[in-house]
């Protein structure tokens, strides 16, 4: 019997979308997008994140400079706790896409073995 990948992935994708954690990251999005304030300084803090990550892929250095306004930011977007409660939010759903991940991955390691 032949098992269809696409439909498993779609599935896959609905009951991520149904569970708990996802409702509750989408909760606080929301939460974070009604509040102005908090949706400017979210957005600031995703742009420099971005930049960030976007440097690093490209093999450019990042400069102390970037690095301690990037920390200053992630100090100040903490205090608040609208994007603070979405940021928890966040790593909880990366972290449970983090262990599907290595669920999805687990043939092939078995087949390669671990690299």
Do not use: C, W
């Not at 019997?1 to 609905?14: G, I, K, R, S």
């Not at 304030?37 to 440097?55: G, P, S």
């Amino acid at each position: 019997m032949a098992v269809n990948l696409y439909d498993a992935a779609y599935a896959l994708e609905t009951s991520i979308r149904q569970s708990d954690e996802f409702v509750q990251l989408k909760q606080m999005y929301n939460e974070v997008n009604a509040d102005p304030a908090a949706k400017q300084m979210f957005n600031q803090f995703r742009e420099i994140q971005m930049n960030l990550q976007q440097k690093q892929m490209m093999g450019q250095n990042i400069s102390e400079a970037e690095v301690q306004q990037a920390q200053a930011t992630v100090a100040h977007v903490q205090q608040n706790e609208k994007i603070s409660r979405l940021m928890q939010a966040e790593q909880r759903m990366s972290m449970i896409i983090g262990e599907l991940n290595q669920l999805i991955m687990k043939p092939l390691e078995e087949l390669y073995g671990k690299m």
